[in-house]
C-alpha cells in the first residue's frame, strides 16, 4: 500500500469515527429500522394507504404499478390514471402507514423526492383517533419543484384555535434537489425538534398555562408514520398531466430512543 492511499485511509477512517462518536454523543439508541431489502413489501410492518376524500388521499391506490421495491429503496409513484378500469379518478398515488406506532424518540427518513407540477410528496405522523385533537406532525412536505422542505405541526390549539405563530408552528429549511436528503424530527416531552440533513429547521416547545388548550398533546400519543405521494389540491395547486409519471424513492427509516 503506498503511502498516498494510506494517509487518506486513515483520514477517512477518521473521519466515520468522529461522525459515529458525534451522533453517539447525542444519546440516541436505534432500536428499530426499515432498510426495504426484500423483493416485497413487509407487511407485517407496513400497509397501504386506502383512498380518501380530503386531497391528500383523494388518489390513493392499492394499484401494485405505484409500489416498487429497487437497490434496496422503496419507491412510490403519482401516475395519470390511464389504465384502471372503472377507477374515475384523474391521478393514481401510492402511499404506505407503518402497523407499528412511535412516541418520544427521534424519527429519520432518508428519500430522493420526484419533481412535478402538483406533486405533493409527504413524510408524516399521525396518531388514530378524531383530527386533530391527536396531533400531526409534518416531518417533511415537498411541493413541485421547490428547493426547500416544509416542517411543521398542527393540533386543536393551531388548527381549531387558530394560534400560528405562538409559538410559530412551521419552518422550511433548504434541501438538495435531485439527490438523497434525510429528515428528522426529535419528540422530547417539551418540544419537537426538527432537522434536515442532520441540520436543525426550527423547535416547537410546550408553552406553561396551555394545557386545557391542547397546545402540546405530542407526548401523550402513539403515532403511526406515513410516507406517501400526493398530488393537486388547494396548496400545491393543480398538476401538470405532461410532469407524470413522478417518483420517489425512500432508502431507509430508522427510530431512536433516548439512552437512560
Do not use: C
Amino acid at each position: 500500500m503506498n503511502r498516498k492511499y494510506l494517509l487518506r485511509s486513515l483520514m477517512l477512517s477518521l473521519l466515520v469515527l468522529t461522525a459515529l462518536t458525534a451522533r453517539a454523543d447525542r444519546g440516541w439508541r436505534l432500536v428499530w429500522q426499515e432498510n426495504f431489502r426484500g423483493r416485497t413489501m413487509n407487511t407485517s410492518e407496513w400497509e397501504k394507504i386506502g383512498r380518501g376524500r380530503v386531497p391528500w388521499n383523494k388518489y390513493m391506490s392499492p394499484a401494485d404499478s405505484l409500489y416498487a421495491l429497487r437497490r434496496g429503496r422503496m419507491v412510490l409513484r403519482g401516475v395519470r390514471n390511464g389504465h384502471l378500469a372503472g377507477d374515475t379518478a384523474r391521478y393514481l398515488t401510492g402511499g404506505i402507514r407503518t402497523r407499528r406506532t412511535f412516541t418520544l424518540g427521534k424519527i429519520e427518513i432518508r428519500a430522493r423526492l420526484g419533481e412535478a407540477r402538483g406533486a405533493w410528496p409527504a413524510f408524516w405522523l399521525l396518531p388514530d383517533g378524531k383530527w386533530p385533537d391527536g396531533g400531526e406532525i409534518d416531518i417533511m412536505e415537498h411541493l413541485n419543484s421547490d428547493s426547500i422542505a416544509y416542517q411543521t405541526v398542527h393540533s386543536y390549539y393551531t388548527y381549531v384555535l387558530r394560534h400560528y405563530d405562538t409559538p410559530p408552528q412551521s419552518a422550511t429549511g433548504v434541501i438538495r434537489r435531485g439527490r438523497f436528503n434525510t429528515y428528522a424530527v426529535e419528540m422530547y416531552r417539551d418540544s419537537l425538534v426538527f432537522r434536515i440533513n442532520d441540520r436543525r429547521t426550527f423547535a416547537y416547545p410546550r408553552l406553561p398555562g396551555r394545557e386545557s388548550e391542547k397546545q402540546f398533546v405530542f407526548d401523550r400519543n402513539a403515532y403511526h408514520l406515513l410516507l406517501d405521494m400526493q398530488i393537486g389540491g388547494p396548496w400545491v395547486g393543480k398538476a401538470t398531466p405532461g410532469d407524470y409519471p413522478v417518483e420517489m424513492e425512500i432508502d431507509w427509516v430508522r427510530y431512536y430512543r433516548q439512552r437512560k
